[in-house]
């Protein structure tokens, strides 16, 4: 860390020092808002007020100084004039670009009329030890940007915006279920059998009990258990963990919402789901319905588009049978798609992923899958084929998933079964005997949904890649000696699923 200290403010602390000024005094006096000092700003010209925050570049003309103030909510112009700071004046020079400061002074404006503080104190509450980024411009480089978010958070105000914007996502999610009588919950984070999704996952140990455990890729079956229990709407906003690809779409680490509702099923969750997105047009997006993404824009106000799962993949790959072995496996090698070792199920929806997802503009509900391909979802009464399933899907990006939840203790031990035939060998391959003993003491029939936070979160933002909507996405060790690895939209990686 030391050899990144710029070179000429160590010295600063010694001086300060001196000057009897303390770097990181243990209090300050407690500052309001920039943003509350802005209101009715032309009516409150002579007011004192206390701010704090970080300087940006200062502008010296000799016996007055201008710099910004910045805080969470906003910036404002402070002005230094010698004859109001006659003792913080020989020591001016100490304070400088990045530091935080307190200031109390008087509301005014320049000759030009823009809104400034006029400084009577200056109270350093925290000496900078590096230089902002070059002459305040921002940091632009998107690794760097990644890797010291907290120079990102206040170099660049729209990225600060982004993640209080997240944040109001995850509020209005969580007002929404409640207001709907679901009750949030939390389950294990350390799964001695790893399920809910295929996926691969993170392995750890537990030296007490001497076991292996996994880190979850998704909440479902502990939420299932919840039904038995009789506790009947139940959600969580769970941290999820998926051992395989990085991309723009996908983060080994990230956020889902899980919600399950007895007595539901999966046209219910539909309802559920467009009831979200209504209520985020009205909170989150203050009313409004479109959002840019991508180069696009979408209306996010339901009713949403419905399609069956079959139909899209006939469309996009005709006289191709997505039950009949030769033609899917000819229609994957016309692809360039990996067939050996894989079931015929699989293959079928790598060719739908493939020739239709991208082209889903959305909103639109894609529904009815392939049974094959939804181990924890029931059947259809009127095609034992298909499963009741659907996904949402905007922009070709996979927004969220729901089923019809399977409760059939026997039916569910024969897909696990099914499923446990067709693992690869970096794949935990263990059924979850327990889940299917908390079946047998009977769940009721019951829907759920499983929503990516981060991706909505994207969506909303009008956020090209997933990095820029989690605080600290993974990334490769800048001490690693191996080339950084390729990002690609298409890496492999299960989508949220409950």
Not at 20 to 46: M, N, Q, T, W
Request: hydrophobic residues 40%.
């Amino acid at each position: 860390m030391t050899d990144q200290i710029a070179a000429d403010r160590l010295p600063k602390l010694d001086k300060l020092a001196e000057a009897g000024i303390p770097s990181y005094p243990p209090r300050v006096p407690k500052p309001v808002p920039i943003a509350s000092c802005l209101e009715g700003f032309d009516d409150r010209h002579g007011e004192k007020v206390v701010v704090g925050g970080r300087l940006t570049q200062i502008r010296d003309f000799g016996k007055l100084r201008f710099s910004h103030l910045l805080d969470l909510g906003g910036s404002i112009q402070i002005g230094f004039q010698r004859d109001r700071l006659p003792e913080f004046w020989p020591n001016r020079k100490l304070v400088e670009a990045n530091d935080q400061v307190v200031i109390r002074g008087e509301l005014g404006v320049t000759q030009k009329g823009e809104p400034t503080i006029w400084a009577d104190e200056v109270i350093l509450a925290t000496k900078a030890l590096r230089h902002p980024p070059e002459k305040w411009a921002g940091l632009q480089d998107v690794e760097a940007r990644y890797r010291m978010r907290y120079v990102d958070l206040f170099a660049n105000p729209e990225v600060r915006e982004t993640f209080v914007l997240r944040s109001r996502i995850v509020r209005e999610i969580r007002a929404y279920f409640d207001g709907l009588g679901y009750l949030e919950v939390e389950t294990p984070m350390l799964h001695p059998v790893s399920g809910g999704a295929t996926a691969r996952p993170f392995v750890t140990h537990h030296n007490a009990l001497d076991m292996q455990l996994y880190l979850r890729i998704a909440p479902e079956l502990y939420l299932k258990r919840l039904l038995v229990g009789g506790m009947e709407r139940v959600y969580e906003v769970s941290r999820v963990f998926r051992n395989e690809g990085i991309s723009t779409r996908h983060n080994p680490e990230f956020t889902m919402l899980e919600s399950y509702e007895a007595w539901a099923d999966y046209a219910d969750i539909m309802d559920r789901v467009e009831g979200l997105f209504a209520h985020l047009c009205d909170t989150v997006l203050g009313g409004q319905s479109k959002v840019s993404f991508r180069g696009a824009e979408y209306d996010l106000r339901p009713p949403f588009e419905r399609a069956r799962y079959l139909d899209l993949f006939a469309e996009a790959n005709p006289g191709v049978d997505w039950f009949d072995e030769a033609s899917v496996l000819a229609r994957a090698k016309e692809l360039g798609l990996k067939t050996d070792g894989l079931p015929l199920p699989k293959i079928a929806n790598d060719i739908f992923e493939e020739t239709v997802e991208d082209t889903l503009r959305g909103p639109v509900f894609v529904h009815d899958y392939p049974v094959a391909v939804c181990p924890l979802a029931k059947q259809s009464p009127e095609d034992p084929r298909i499963a009741e399933r659907f996904e949402l899907f905007v922009a070709g990006m996979e927004m969220g998933n729901a089923f019809s939840e399977l409760n059939d203790p026997q039916d569910q031990e024969r897909r696990f079964a099914e499923q446990l035939v067709h693992m690869d060998e970096e794949t935990p391959s263990e059924m979850d005997v327990d889940y299917v003993s908390a079946l047998e003491f009977g769940m009721p029939p019951a829907g759920g949904l499983g929503i990516g936070i981060d991706r909505l979160a994207m969506l909303l933002s009008g956020s090209d890649s997933i990095r820029d909507v989690i605080l600290f996405p993974l990334l490769r060790r800048v001490d690693a000696s191996a080339p950084p690895a390729e990002e690609s939209a298409d890496a492999p990686q299960a989508e949220p699923a409950p």
